[in-house]
């Protein structure tokens, strides 16, 4: 495979400081042969998924908003490295998911697409997974859509205790997670499937519905607040 070169691409779709995350956890894989060119390849195969660069404009947006949220609720350089990833690659299991299904527009979305879209957090999961990310990425990147409206994948009890090393932390990452990319969607859409965006005041009051635990409300005005700052990165 051909090896993604960051500074071949758009570099400033991403925050000064993101970019720095990136370099360095490129640079400590470097240390590992098996893992020296893992985050290249893998924005690489984001960069290439045939929707006019969509996802890879979600996956910028998402890592921006990640580095930015993790800074704030103090997480450590390690946690912010690794969750800056989980945002950056959550999406990378669509690689696995038929075209006709990832294209498909919002208004002819069928149960069918919507059965095998749903697949996409474990082919990510198991993407990374096997490539021997850490658990605080590929968790957190399972179990995001479990906080979402329409919860997938399977979350109940017993199903979580047979997650090998799962932890709180990855339990609270995913829910973070969640929250990022239902306010990016919102805010943002999709529009290679001709899903718009909604006033901020809108996504605001949807966030709050969907996310009413105690602190949400100021990780919610947060993320409202980043919007122009991230809307200006393209």
């Not at 990136?22 to 470097?30: P, Y």
């Not at 910028?60 to 946690?79: I, P, V």
């Not at 996409?120 to 179990?143: I, M, N």
Request: contains cysteine; charged residues 35%.
């Amino acid at each position: 495979m051909e090896i993604y070169r960051p500074e071949k691409f758009k570099s400033s779709a991403y925050l000064p400081e993101v970019q720095a995350v990136l370099a360095a956890v490129i640079e400590r894989d470097k240390n590992n042969p098996e893992a020296k060119n893992f985050l290249p390849n893998s924005l690489k195969i984001i960069s290439d998924l045939s929707d006019k660069k969509d996802t890879l404009r979600h996956s910028q947006r998402m890592t921006n908003l990640g580095y930015l949220l993790a800074k704030k609720l103090n997480f450590s350089k390690e946690e912010v490295e690794f969750f800056v990833e989980a945002c950056l690659l959550h999406d990378v299991g669509k690689k696995d998911i038929a075209w006709k299904h990832r294209a498909r527009l919002s208004e002819k979305f069928s149960k069918v697409d919507r059965r095998e879209m749903k697949k996409h957090p474990k082919y990510s999961y198991q993407y990374l997974r096997w490539a021997g990310r850490s658990p605080r990425v590929y968790y957190p990147v399972y179990l995001h859509h479990a906080f979402q409206e329409d919860p997938y994948p399977e979350t109940k009890a017993d199903f979580l205790k047979s997650l090998d090393g799962l932890e709180d932390k990855d339990v609270d990452n995913a829910r973070l997670l969640a929250m990022l990319d239902v306010f990016d969607i919102m805010a943002f859409g999709r529009p290679y499937v001709r899903i718009s965006p909604i006033p901020l005041e809108d996504a605001r009051q949807k966030l709050a519905e969907l996310f009413g635990e105690a602190g949400d409300g100021e990780m919610i005005e947060f993320l409202v607040g980043q919007y122009e700052r991230i809307r200006e990165l393209g």
